[in-house]
């Protein structure tokens, strides 16, 4: 789907059904993201990662995610995430 599909999912599903991806066999709960331009690559594959979020490649577009839900986690800011250890890196492909 393109960015903008996916950004308005985000909106949409939260509280209820919420919107999610899988990193591994753990399910990452998405709580804010925002579509942005961003280099083509697979959908799905991480082409950015700092202080504004973790930015992801769509079929059109990026979608720049802002705080997420690990699981059995508080929900955070990609901000206060990367302060400590976190699983993402670039070019890693989400699902």
Same mark, same amino acid.
């Given at each position: 789907?393109?960015?903008?599909?996916?950004?308005?999912? &985000?909106? *949409? !599903?939260?509280?209820?059904?919420?919107? !999610?991806?899988?990193?591994?066999?753990?399910?990452?709960?998405?709580?804010?993201?925002? *579509?942005?331009?961003? #280099? /083509?690559?697979? #959908?799905?594959? &991480?082409? @950015? +990662?700092?202080? /504004?979020? =973790? =930015?992801?490649?769509? *079929?059109? @577009?990026? +979608?720049?995610?802002?705080?997420?839900?690990?699981?059995? $986690?508080?929900?955070?800011? =990609? $901000? *206060?995430?990367?302060? @400590?250890?976190? #699983?993402?890196?670039?070019?890693?492909?989400?699902?």
């Amino acid at each position: 789907n393109s960015a903008a599909q996916i950004e308005r999912r &985000v909106r *949409a !599903f939260n509280p209820v059904p919420m919107a !999610f991806f899988h990193l591994g066999a753990e399910r990452v709960r998405v709580l804010q993201a925002t *579509a942005v331009p961003a #280099p /083509q690559a697979r #959908p799905g594959e &991480v082409v @950015g +990662l700092d202080a /504004q979020g =973790l =930015l992801v490649s769509c *079929a059109d @577009g990026g +979608l720049l995610i802002q705080t997420l839900q690990m699981a059995g $986690k508080n929900p955070v800011s =990609l $901000k *206060a995430l990367l302060n @400590g250890s976190h #699983p993402f890196a670039l070019h890693q492909v989400l699902h």
